[in-house]
């Protein structure tokens, strides 16, 4: 584990202000300590001599209070400084995630992403307001002690400079073994997550099957992986803590025994032996308890990897994708790019904005046929085809939720660099309804809901039946079937009101509508493209032929 991973400063403004008053604050420790120690050695052989010392004990309580203030100081402005990184942090990762889009999403765990932006980053705590004060606190007091030392009595100052090393070099050694097991822990945590939320969310399956006691044991197996990679931590931690104990006590113990031997013989004074002394265990304390926070710090440190390289990838994506926008614009882009891309410079010159048409040329996600086809305001364009030809993986590519090669523009612009939420209004095949009231999921996404826009899109979904302030339960418990879906597809009729220049995007949206409801829906669609919009329907059903404008056959068999 690198002492401060630069990414960390990179991506997190509260933790480059972190480190840097912790620097203030270890200066300033650092002043106090020495004269702590220079204090109590002038009211000790004061005292010793006979000397008035009130003087002497009073500014050593006052540098005691000081030096608690500091203490304080230093790990409140760590847990606040862990707090906002935590946050910063998490808003950095939703963005990429953003970024990164859907089909990345698809392909990765999803608990465990949930486990490293919540449980991983309230580690940070410990990171934040105990290992990086004693790290900052290790770089400036120890040398700057050890220097003091040095001036003081060079022979003690030595001893500390060839035993000081010892303790970092057992400590990397012991830190690589730490990082390895504390590795397997948090991605045993991760696992676990994973399996638990999967288990739930799948439970009434697997107890109809009669598989639910299986599960139940699986996820006491990893439960109990996870108990023993803890206490291999634990057993690390202490063997941690134990190794720089000793080799520091070791240190002081030398330098003491050298001392005293030649305080014995009269070659060193009381006054510089005892501030020796005392100086001696404050220049192996900080990095001492670096070895300890160590541990400590050590799954915060795991989480925010996991983050960074969700960071790293969404940054390595941008960059990507630029460039590739730039040697797509010198080596000249296909025609129907070419064609829409002219009419929006036209457009734009003259003030106007570019025509909402769709132009996918060459579409092509993983090994299925390549798709071209111009959608145009007005129309509704029906993708049908057999069942495995295509037709969602072309809306999935459409929202971002698949890598796809060709191209797909909309108003001149390539849909891969803009928001799907920006242009696309949807309904998928499931539902992906939430907890909360009927109206609030048809306005999903609306920070100000418009009533009468809610009432209207359920109408037109042919779901005039469902009351808007009805409580659904999680995922959308509470309704049919047809009427989930016909709830689903108000939500995009919802969205596709608030913006009209948005593609209205629906798959197969009549899949669980009987036919005369699903006659009601066509019609309602008809009079929305006659308004305007330009729509996108996957449907299977042949009455959808009835209302479309062009049809676009996917597979062999279409």
């Known amino acids: 584990?690198?002492?401060?991973?630069?990414?960390?400063?990179?991506?997190?403004?509260?933790?480059?202000?972190?480190?840097?008053?912790?620097?203030?604050?270890?200066?300033?420790?650092?002043?106090?300590?020495?004269?702590?120690?220079?204090?109590?050695?002038?009211?000790?052989?004061?005292?010793?001599?006979?000397?008035?010392?009130?003087?002497?004990?009073?500014?050593?309580?006052?540098?005691?209070?000081?030096?608690?203030?500091?203490?304080?100081?230093?790990?409140?402005?760590?847990?606040?400084?862990?707090?906002?990184?935590?946050?910063q942090?998490?808003?950095?990762?939703?963005?990429?995630?953003?970024?990164?889009?859907?089909?990345?999403?698809?392909?990765?765990?999803?608990?465990?992403?949930?486990?490293?932006?919540?449980?991983?980053?309230?580690?940070?705590d410990a990171y934040f307001a105990r290992y990086i004060p004693q790290l900052?606190?290790?770089?400036?007091?120890?040398?700057?002690?050890?220097?003091?030392?040095?001036?003081?009595?060079?022979?003690?100052?030595?001893?500390?400079?060839?035993?000081?090393?010892?303790?970092?070099?057992?400590?990397?050694?012991?830190?690589?073994?730490?990082?390895?097991?504390?590795?397997?822990?948090?991605?045993?945590?991760?696992?676990?997550?994973?399996?638990?939320?999967?288990?739930?969310?799948?439970?009434?399956?697997?107890?109809?099957?009669?598989?639910d006691r299986r599960a139940a044991d699986r996820i006491e197996v990893t439960a109990d992986e996870y108990r023993r990679e803890t206490m291999k931590v634990l057993r690390f931690s202490f063997l941690s803590g134990f190794a720089m104990e000793l080799l520091a006590s070791l240190a002081v113990a030398l330098i003491a025994v050298a001392v005293g031997f030649r305080l014995l013989s009269g070659d060193l004074s009381l006054e510089v032996g005892l501030f020796v002394l005392l100086l001696a265990p404050e220049a192996f304390l900080p990095i001492r308890q670096v070895g300890v926070q160590f541990h400590a710090a050590a799954e915060g440190v795991a989480a925010t990897e996991d983050v960074f390289d969700v960071l790293d990838q969404a940054?390595?994506?941008?960059?990507?994708?630029?460039?590739?926008?730039?040697?797509?614009t010198d080596a000249g882009r296909n025609a129907a790019d070419a064609a829409c891309i002219r009419e929006f410079d036209l457009q734009t010159a003259g003030g106007a904005h570019p025509a909402a048409n769709l132009v996918v040329s060459g579409l092509r996600v993983r090994d299925l046929p390549p798709v071209s086809f111009t959608a145009e305001p007005g129309t509704i364009t029906l993708i049908e085809g057999p069942s495995g030809a295509g037709k969602s993986s072309l809306i999935?590519?459409?929202?971002?939720?698949?890598?796809?090669?060709?191209?797909?523009?909309?108003?001149?612009?390539?849909?891969?660099?803009?928001?799907?939420?920006?242009?696309?209004?949807w309904a998928g095949q499931r539902p992906g309804l939430l907890r909360g009231t009927v109206g609030e999921n048809v306005a999903l996404g609306d920070p100000e809901p418009d009533a009468d826009g809610i009432r209207s899109a359920l109408d037109a979904a042919c779901a005039d039946t469902i009351d808007e302030g009805r409580m659904l339960g999680v995922q959308g418990s509470g309704l049919s079937g047809g009427q989930a879906q016909r709830v689903a597809v108000a939500r995009a009729l919802y969205r596709h009101a608030t913006g009209p220049d948005r593609v209205l995007a629906l798959d197969e949206p009549s899949s669980a509508l009987d036919p005369e409801t699903e006659e009601r829906l066509w019609r309602s669609l008809r009079r929305r493209a006659d308004a305007g919009a330009t729509i996108l329907l996957v449907s299977h059903r042949r009455s959808a032929r009835d209302i479309a404008d062009q049809v676009v056959a996917l597979g062999v068999n279409a």
Do not use: C
């Open 315 to 328: 940054g390595a994506r941008t960059r990507n994708r630029v460039t590739s926008q730039v040697q797509i």
């Open 136 to 211: 900052v606190l290790t770089v400036i007091a120890t040398p700057v002690i050890v220097a003091v030392m040095w001036w003081q009595d060079w022979p003690s100052g030595l001893t500390a400079i060839i035993t000081l090393p010892l303790i970092p070099l057992f400590l990397i050694l012991i830190g690589m073994a730490t990082r390895t097991v504390q590795k397997k822990q948090w991605q045993t945590l991760q696992r676990l997550a994973a399996r638990f939320a999967d288990t739930v969310q799948g439970l009434s399956t697997l107890r109809l099957f009669g598989r």
């Open 396 to 425: 999935a590519a459409l929202r971002g939720a698949a890598e796809f090669d060709g191209s797909a523009v909309f108003t001149g612009r390539d849909v891969r660099d803009l928001s799907p939420a920006a242009w696309l209004a």
């Open 1 to 87: 584990m690198k002492p401060v991973d630069p990414r960390l400063l990179r991506y997190a403004g509260a933790a480059r202000g972190f480190l840097a008053a912790s620097a203030l604050i270890g200066v300033v420790q650092t002043a106090v300590t020495i004269a702590f120690a220079w204090l109590l050695t002038d009211a000790v052989t004061g005292a010793l001599a006979g000397r008035d010392v009130s003087g002497s004990l009073l500014w050593l309580i006052a540098a005691a209070l000081l030096r608690g203030i500091l203490i304080a100081a230093s790990d409140a402005a760590g847990t606040r400084a862990a707090a906002k990184t935590g946050m």
């Open 89 to 124: 942090l998490r808003s950095a990762l939703i963005a990429a995630v953003g970024r990164l889009g859907p089909g990345w999403l698809a392909q990765r765990n999803q608990t465990a992403l949930a486990v490293t932006a919540g449980h991983g980053l309230e580690a940070l």
